[in-house]
């Protein structure tokens, strides 16, 4: 069993930075896929970025590629999700989110509670 908390969101103007952060217990996240994802008000949850066990392979959507970083902290056993160029869209609860086994931009086991950014124009 893993249990996932994020940290890190807030209200920030567009073209600000943040940094989410999933800390993981019970389990370290080195033998799962970590990902993240997000839902805005009245539309349905979307992928955002997922990092595989290793930390060899990374993967992003298409509207956040070359804005977001996705990161694992071995030591600390958290996945860090590094936001720049932030847009008013990218309003939404982030939620991080792992699974036993490779990569998948929708099949998860466990998930956090969720983070609320917020992204002023």
């Known amino acids: 069993q893993v249990q996932l908390v994020e940290s890190g969101g807030g209200l920030v103007q567009a073209g600000g930075s943040l940094r989410l952060s999933c800390t993981a217990s019970g389990r370290t996240l080195s033998t799962t896929t970590t990902g993240w994802f997000r839902q805005a008000p009245g539309k349905e949850r979307e992928f955002v970025s997922a990092i595989v066990w290793s930390g060899s392979r990374t993967y992003y959507a298409d509207s956040v590629k070359g804005r977001f970083t996705i990161s694992r902290n071995y030591a600390k056993n958290t996945v860090n999700l590094q936001m720049t160029s932030l847009k008013p869209e990218d309003t939404a609860v982030y939620y991080c989110?792992?699974?036993?086994?490779?990569?998948?931009?929708?099949?998860?086991?466990?998930w956090g509670q969720g983070a609320q950014v917020t992204v002023s124009s």
């Open positions: 989110a792992a699974r036993n086994g490779d990569y998948s931009n929708r099949d998860y086991d466990y």
